[in-house]
């Protein structure tokens, strides 16, 4: 017992070494709390792909008030905004094509006779495909008021669809972004901070100094990686309380299962950090290589692409990225309200990445030439 506690003790002073280096300088502090608060912000507000300016175009060659009726609908919503009147089909592509307009309607010569003989009205409407996201969001709320107008004159088509979203109900792109966002913005801080960690001791030339204390490789890991777990934890709790209480997106699962999945993640990413530290032997590569890793992490998430949309060999690629399943983790706890029974499965791989990461890098330390 009293050897485990002076074990105990030696990994606590390597760890208050750790957060001392980390927090010596104002300026660090700030680097690691400031991104963390202005990312989540402008992810909040930027990352959105709500439709809320759809500029249109309009080939009317009926020119009757159901034609004029329709659109008075489309300009009443205060979304879409008509900015040209075309005379004839040749002038469409032109409209797509220089990026005036995010989706035509055009109206046949006989729609207002279609209608008034009780037959099926075609409206064709003509979308800028480049932004699948917007224009489809765009052509459903077409379909919306369409949908009314034909409410409005007691000829409901044969065909109804009816929506429902569910655990996002006004279907706010901002609640699918954004929970993502407690794992997806702290990975950087925490691999950041796990990956400086030794290669900042190589170039201050006390990582040899180190190696010969009486700590063993799997201990000085501890000491390097609870700091960069801490960090990350803490850059995850700001993200969510600023998701809770500044953007009012409501939590419906359990919090202790949020955090034991972020736990694991975080974890998984330590790992993954202090591997690139151990093989770093400068800072510089050490941020070079974290930055190279970064962007498919983050790309090969699922944060804004959804995994099974992704081509077959990038979908096989994933399962080594652990934020890819902390992100559906995530969501699901948070928006969903799922339990461990349904998450379970996300804590495998994440568990797995830690389990090969961080005795890897414990290796490299020893072994690693400096």
Known sequence: MAAFFDLLVRIGFLCRKELLALFKEPSSRVILLVPALLQSLLFGYGATFDVTHAPYAVLDQSRSAMSAQVLHQLDGTGVFKRVRNLQSANQIASAIEDDDALLVLSF????AQRIATGQSAPLQVILDGRNSTTAGAASAYVGAIVGDVNRSLGAGAPVTIERRAWFNPNLESRWNVMPGLIAGLSLLQTLLVAALSVAREREQGTFDQLLVTPLTPMQILIGKAVPAMLVGLVQSTIILLIIRWWFHIPMSGSLWLLYLGLLCFTLAAV?????????SLTMQQAMLYTFLLLMPLMLLSGLLTPVRNMPVA??????????RFAMDLVRRVYLEGAGLQQVGVDFIPMLVIAAVTLPTAAWLFRHRLS
């Open 108 to 111: 046949p010569a006989d729609f």
């Open 314 to 323: 990038l979908q096989v690629a994933t399962y080594v990225n652990p934020l």
């Open 271 to 279: 790992g993954i950090g202090l591997s690139i530290s151990a093989l």
